[in-house]
């Protein structure tokens, strides 16, 4: 079984998944660290984040992968506290935003998708890269939430900036950001982790008595 879960940034996905994929005993794809893996790549390399093509080409010769502790791992390198940093937060949308990347990426996320049972977090899980997910959930709050859930986890940078950023990030990702038509849509606002993880175990709950 697939379980999608998208939504913007801070409307509580990465938690809500891992969670999730932990009570029910699947793995879990945070596809975003992908793209922030990609990105972290590039500009060590200096490569200007304009060009497709080289892009695109950094991204095929470099799958990024995960080991079973969820590090993330790209051209040999554990990445995984350097893609949290703010300025990768601020690129990311750049490189991601790229059809060429998009197609590498979309394909590896196939790829690990469909090894069992999995809930796979991002954008555009329900919409382009799993349209057949047995159930998809769109997360969304408020963006004042959503700013202060953020700076929790970037204390280094002022609350007014982390908005900004955000409201930066929103605009850039808006076209990959639509729910998918099915997709169950949660207001996480005033929720709980919990709450909402029990919300989409209902749902699962749900979904596989309907189609048993
Ligand atoms: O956790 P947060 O929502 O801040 O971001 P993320 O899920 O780590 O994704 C970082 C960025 O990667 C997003 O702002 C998008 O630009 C891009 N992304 C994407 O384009 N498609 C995805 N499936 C996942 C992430």
Redesign the pocket.
């Known amino acids: 079984m697939i379980v999608t879960i998208d939504g ?3 409307a509580g ?2 938690t809500v998944a891992r969670k999730l994929a932990e009570r029910l005993g699947f793995s879990y794809l ?4 992908m ?2 893996a990609l990105t972290w790549l590039a500009m060590r390399e200096g490569l200007p984040l304009g060009e497709s093509d080289a892009l695109g080409d950094l991204a095929r010769r470099n799958p990024v992968t995960f080991d079973e502790v969820g590090r993330v791992f790209i051209s040999n390198t554990d990445v995984t506290s350097a893609i949290r940093h703010s300025r990768i ?1 601020r690129m ?2 750049v490189v ?1 935003r790229h059809h060429e990347v998009r197609e590498v990426m979309r394909e590896r996320q196939r790829e690990l998708g469909h090894q069992g049972n999995v809930v796979i ?5 329900g919409t382009v ?1 799993a349209p057949d997910a047995e159930v998809k959930v769109y997360l969304h709050a408020d963006p004042e939430i959503r700013a202060a859930r953020r700076q929790a986890e970037r204390p280094d940078i002022g609350g007014d900036a982390l908005a900004t950023d955000l409201r930066i ?1 929103d605009a ?2 808006r076209v ?1 950001m639509q729910p998918a038509e099915d997709a169950a849509l949660i207001d996480t606002t005033d929720l709980e982790v919990d709450d909402v993880v029990s919300r989409i175990e209902e749902l699962i709950r749900s979904r596989s008595l309907a189609t048993s």
């Not at 945070?30 to 660290?33: E, F, H, I, P, V």
């Not at 977090?121 to 899980?125: A, K, L, P, T, V």
């Open positions: 913007p940034a801070g996905k990465s945070d596809t975003g660290a793209y922030r937060d990311v949308p991601a977090e991002g954008r555009d899980i890269v990030r850039s990702d990959r």
